[in-house]
């Protein structure tokens, strides 16, 4: 059981936007920065979105994210066939003084 | 180029000793901190343990008191001792840096079997 609570799995059609939810608690998402990471099908995970809201060079601005809380939200917008992978949250968790991750949402591009 | 290229995986029995090693290069090592995240097969992501840029050291709870990570900033060289070695411990394990904006760089991950 993760710390950080995902869906497990969302789809969509390209040119849809979806958004793919995080929650934690006051130790974790409530007080730390939230990171996204994506990793395709059989490669490492790469950092998609940092410090809440922003993007790495070279991450399409069809990617967004958001932070209320305890929760944080991804936002994929114009979806296309390439996003299709597994996203994780993470964020630094106070109480167990270490990374925390949420247990991945697998998008799916119908 | 920045790469981070890990090393030392392989199969082990249990309650075996096994040392992951990760080759940094292209960025300023020192300044970074680092950390191992592993995911077994068909598994999400797990968070085993970090070294900060100070040198100080934090561990999950499933591996504290079993593995050691340490790192030699003069060879960008990053490792992690483990021993007793569980069926559990199984996974790809990732090396990667962060400052201040997340896990950066990552490697492509060195597989640990766990089997007898």
């Known amino acids: 059981q993760s710390v950080l609570t995902q869906a497990p799995s969302t789809s969509g059609t390209p040119g849809q936007r979806v958004t793919i939810s995080c929650s934690g608690n006051s130790s974790n998402v409530g007080r730390h920065n939230v990171d996204w990471y994506q990793q395709l099908s059989g490669t490492a995970p790469k950092l998609l979105m940092h410090?809440?809201?922003e993007r790495p060079s070279g991450v399409p601005d069809r990617f967004s994210a958001s932070k209320s809380g305890t929760s944080a939200s991804l936002a994929i917008s114009g979806l296309q066939s390439e996003d299709e992978a597994d996203y994780y949250c993470a964020a630094w968790d106070d109480n167990l003084n270490g990374l925390v991750f949420g247990g991945g949402t697998k998008l799916t591009v119908l | 180029d920045v790469q981070l290229v890990e090393s030392g995986g392989g199969l082990v029995q249990p309650g075996g000793s096994l040392r992951l090693s990760c080759a940094a290069s292209?960025?300023?090592?020192?300044?970074?901190?680092l950390y191992w995240v592993r995911q077994a097969a068909g598994k999400g992501l797990e968070w085993v343990s970090t070294?900060?840029?100070?040198?100080?050291?934090y561990y999950s709870n499933s591996v504290k008191g079993r593995f050691t990570i340490s790192r030699e900033n003069a060879k960008s060289s990053l490792s992690l001792q483990m021993s007793t070695l569980r069926a559990g411990d199984t996974a790809m394990y990732y090396c990667a840096s962060a400052q201040t904006k997340g896990l950066e760089y990552w490697g492509q991950g060195a597989l640990v079997i766990v089997s007898s």
């Open positions: 070294i900060d840029a100070g040198g100080a050291t």
């Open positions: 292209g960025f300023n090592f020192n300044t970074y901190d």
């Open positions: 410090g809440n809201n």
